[in-house]
Every structure is written in C-alpha cells, then in structure tokens.
C-alpha cells in the first residue's frame, strides 16, 4: 500500500503506511527499502540511510538496498558509498546500471584504474549499456589515450545490441577524434 501511495504522490499517507508496516516488521526489507526510497525523494537523507542500512542488514542479499545505499553516501562518504556500490555490482553483475554506478563514483574519486576495470566488465556483459561505453571513452580521451577511446567508440558502433540513436551518438564521437 505504501509504494501503491507514493507511486500516486501521496507521500503522507505513503509514508504513514510504511511505518505502520515496520511495527508489524521491524525488520522488513522490502518495507525499510521502500521507506529508505520514499525518504530520499522527500530529502529527509539521514532517515533513508537508517531505512537503507536497516533493508541492507535484513536482506544482505539485496543488491537495490546495497546501491541505493552507495549513492546515497558516495557524496559524504565517498569511501564507504563506493563499498556498497561494489557490493550491488558483485551482488548483480548482469545488471549494468550496478556496475556502472560503480564505475562512474570510483572515477569521480580518482580511482580511474578500477573505474576502466568495472566498466570493461559491464561492457562485457549482456543486455550492453550505453552509458559504460560513454563514460569509459570519456575516461580515455581525458587521460589522452586516444587509440584505446576510439576502439571503445568503435566496439560501441558495431554493438547490434544498442539502439541505431546509440550506435549513430558513437560513430560521431569516434568521427569527432579525427586526427588524435
């Protein structure tokens, strides 16, 4: 009923539900997840990182837990958001968006090496995400390896898997680096 209130905007009543629900379950995850994720929309950020970690703690498997937990603490504690970022990509590694959001804080921390290591993972693996090959060809032509930024665009234009729009952004992208 809480996730059905918010998804309709009724965030008071979302979130009167959720807590009702968590005095039947303290220990719901899937209850803490969607109040930790109703109470980041609303700002309220410390009362989602106790919701997060509380989901975290009840499903230690729970990979949506682990990641929204990460990007809610990359900005503060960019150290432990990385962690639970990691633990969502090791938990789903088939799901790009995990890997990526990875990649994208351990670049925006310096740790470029294991940014391009994450990527390439995610590059490698099926349905193939737009954004890994962008952000990992970004990555390259600011560190001026232009060799290895073209055939990141060039992998990307030959990917059937991406949308033609997608495949169209990487060949003018690779077309732009004429002469580098």
């Given at each position: 009923l809480g996730a059905g209130l918010a998804a309709t905007g009724d965030n008071a009543n979302a979130e009167a539900s959720l807590r009702a629900a968590l005095k039947?379950?303290?220990?719901?995850?899937?209850?803490n997840l969607n109040l930790g994720m109703l109470l980041a929309e609303l700002g309220r950020l410390p009362e989602a990182e106790q919701a997060f970690r509380a989901a975290a703690k009840s499903d230690p498997q729970s990979a949506t837990a682990a990641y929204n937990?990460?990007?809610l603490l990359a900005r503060d504690r960019p150290a432990e958001g990385i962690e639970w970022c990691r633990r969502a990509a090791q938990?789903?590694?088939?799901?790009?968006?995990?890997g990526y959001t990875l990649a994208f804080f351990l670049n925006q921390h310096g740790k470029t090496?294991?940014?391009?290591?994450?990527?390439?993972?995610?590059?490698?693996?099926?349905p193939?995400?737009?954004?890994?090959?962008?952000?990992?060809?970004?990555?390259?032509?600011?560190?001026?390896?232009?060799?290895?930024?073209?055939?990141?665009?060039?992998?990307?234009?030959?990917?059937s898997?991406?949308?033609?729009?997608?495949?169209?952004?990487?060949?003018?992208?690779?077309?732009?680096?004429?002469?580098?």
């Amino acid at each position: 009923l809480g996730a059905g209130l918010a998804a309709t905007g009724d965030n008071a009543n979302a979130e009167a539900s959720l807590r009702a629900a968590l005095k039947l379950g303290p220990n719901h995850a899937g209850v803490n997840l969607n109040l930790g994720m109703l109470l980041a929309e609303l700002g309220r950020l410390p009362e989602a990182e106790q919701a997060f970690r509380a989901a975290a703690k009840s499903d230690p498997q729970s990979a949506t837990a682990a990641y929204n937990l990460g990007v809610l603490l990359a900005r503060d504690r960019p150290a432990e958001g990385i962690e639970w970022c990691r633990r969502a990509a090791q938990l789903r590694p088939d799901d790009a968006r995990y890997g990526y959001t990875l990649a994208f804080f351990l670049n925006q921390h310096g740790k470029t090496a294991e940014a391009v290591q994450a990527l390439n993972a995610v590059i490698g693996r099926n349905p193939p995400s737009g954004e890994a090959y962008a952000l990992l060809g970004s990555i390259h032509e600011r560190a001026g390896r232009w060799a290895e930024a073209r055939a990141v665009y060039q992998r990307a234009m030959s990917n059937s898997r991406l949308s033609d729009q997608e495949r169209m952004q990487f060949f003018a992208r690779e077309r732009q680096m004429t002469g580098r």
